[in-house]
């Protein structure tokens, strides 16, 4: 899960600088003329990447369940009930998704806050766009990697306990 935190904490990192600097992006999208779609793109954009991170949690997850069907089979076996199995392997991608988001979050954060205090960014950095930036790439990533992974959990969990026992992963 290591490799789909770095993915949504990189997504998290564009998303956060886009919204820190969007007052900047729009001014300078306006002097070409199209500020609200040049604008409306970058946003765009940078919450694509954010989704890929977070379905390549999903990615992760099915794997991760894939390899635990045995394991899902057992627990089957003993009368444990389907929401509690979920739930517990639910726990893994949230996880990754959170401090993903929270690691790129805090890096986008530090970026920009330097970038501005430097003066690199001659258009300034806006705190509140930082702090937007930083709460939408939380949220979508939770709902994200919860949207995307529990079809495969709830899948795995339903199974019959002889066939997951049988197949062995």
């Not at 600088?17 to 300078?28: E, P, Y």
């Not at 003993?78 to 959170?98: D, F, I, S």
């Not at 979050?105 to 003066?119: F, I």
Request: aromatic share 2%; proline share 4%; glycine share 12%.
């Amino acid at each position: 899960m290591v490799l789909p935190a770095v993915t949504t904490a990189t997504g998290a990192l564009l998303v956060v600088l886009v919204f820190g600097m969007s007052d900047g992006i729009r001014t300078q999208s306006a002097a070409l003329g199209h500020a609200d779609e040049i604008s409306r793109a970058v946003v765009l954009i940078a919450v694509t990447v954010l989704l890929v991170g977070v379905a390549e949690v999903a990615v992760a997850t099915t794997r991760t369940v894939a390899h635990r069907t045995r394991e899902l089979g057992v627990l089957a076996a003993n009368g444990v009930p389907r929401a509690p199995v979920v739930a517990a392997l639910l726990v893994e991608p949230v996880v990754a998704a959170v401090l993903g988001a929270l690691a790129g979050s805090l890096l986008a954060v530090v970026t920009g806050v330097l970038l501005g205090t430097v003066g690199v960014v001659a258009t300034g950095v806006s705190y509140g766009g930082l702090a937007i930036g930083a709460g939408i790439a939380v949220v979508v990533s939770i709902v994200a990697a919860l949207a995307t992974s529990v079809l495969p959990t709830w899948k795995a969990a339903s199974r019959p306990p002889i066939h997951s026992l049988a197949s062995g992963g």
